[in-house]
């Protein structure tokens, strides 16, 4: 095999949920296309890498230079309420559903000993700024429902404790053990939202 082609293929594997045999679909159908979309998705990456980055106050990818995020700029947005997510994926999850009305903190993240994630690794820094700045009245976790989620959101709690009188909460019934939010369709997540118990 071609060592261009090799490595291309083994790029592409490397992708979440791809692995080589998807690696080398994809490959093959963009070198083997004439209508340029090889092309059109590499410039895109390009400029995808080059002018997106994370919003400094919640983690959203946006664009460079314009500060933060869309939704960190809604004002509309400003009820008091704060979703903390693993990632970027979850907000849009959310979003699509329509469920949740407030603002997000995406912590990059869950703390594993298997995986080797650490504290420091998640984006959790200015948490306590936020609430304060933002007068959150109510921390919403959204993560996992499994093992590493539970003791993100315990250890999360634990930094916070009782900063400025916030509650916390997380989502109710619907999700099941091991789950994450992008398997759930909208019904799920608005009653798992809807009666979201106190901790």
């Known amino acids: 095999m071609n060592p261009k082609i090799e490595k291309l293929i083994k790029l592409f594997a490397k992708l979440p949920r791809v692995g080589s045999r998807g690696g080398q679909r994809i490959a093959l159908a963009l070198l083997q296309d004439k209508t340029g979309r090889g092309t059109a998705l590499a410039n895109a990456i390009i400029d995808a890498i080059e002018n997106i980055a994370p919003c400094p106050c919640c983690g959203i990818l946006t664009d460079c230079g314009v500060g933060t995020c869309e939704i960190c700029?809604?004002?509309?947005?400003?009820?008091?309420?704060?979703?903390?997510?693993?990632?970027?994926?979850?907000?849009?999850?959310?979003?699509?559903?329509?469920?949740?009305?407030?603002?997000?903190?995406?912590?990059?993240?869950?703390?594993?000993?298997?995986?080797?994630?650490?504290?420091?690794d998640l984006n959790i820094s200015n948490l306590s700024e936020r609430i304060s700045n933002e007068k959150i009245s109510e921390i919403i976790f959204a993560l996992p429902n499994t093992v590493e989620g539970k003791t993100t959101q315990h250890y999360i709690m634990s930094v916070i404790g009782g900063a400025c009188g916030v509650t916390f909460s997380e989502l109710a019934s619907g999700v099941p053990l091991g789950g994450d939010l992008d398997y759930l369709d909208d019904g799920t997540l608005t009653l798992a939202f809807g009666g979201r118990k106190s901790l």
């Open 73 to 120: 700029r809604d004002t509309s947005r400003a009820n008091g309420q704060l979703c903390i997510v693993r990632d970027l994926a979850d907000v849009w999850t959310l979003e699509k559903s329509s469920v949740f009305h407030g603002r997000y903190h995406i912590i990059g993240g869950l703390l594993s000993g298997a995986s080797g994630t650490l504290p420091q």
